[in-house]
């Protein structure tokens, strides 16, 4: 399984995490870089893989607002969420392939 890192202190913009997701889940070259429209790919089969979202320190900055609302889609969208210090896992299982007694955090990570 492979792990996304998306550390949003050290991302200057939105279109920055959508870039990242965009490469790392193969989305579609039309994909509009939108919550709404990451979303919607999301609650599709995205296949294996565990997003970590690391905290804005920073309360003021518009990454710290586009990190809550990764976060509230990532809630909605993934097979499991888990907060670990300064930041979120959420894990995504390529629901054709994989047995759904495997889709749990421990030993996809080895966390």
Known sequence: MKLIEID?????SE???????AKEFD???DYA?????LRNLLKGNVGNGCIRV???TDASS???EAGERLEKILEECAETIQEEGDA??????D?????PRNWGMAGQLGL
């Not at 979120?88 to 299982?93: E, H, P, Q, R």
């Not at 629901?95 to 047995?99: A, L, T, V």
């Open 8 to 12: 949003l202190n050290k991302m200057q």
């Open 15 to 21: 279109k920055e995490i959508h870039e990242i997701l």
């Open 27 to 29: 989305f579609p070259k």
């Open 33 to 37: 870089m939108t919550m709404d429209a």
């Open 54 to 56: 690391t905290h804005c």
């Open 62 to 64: 518009s990454m710290a």
């Open 88 to 93: 979120i896992y959420a894990v995504f299982a």
């Open 95 to 99: 629901k054709s392939q994989e047995d």
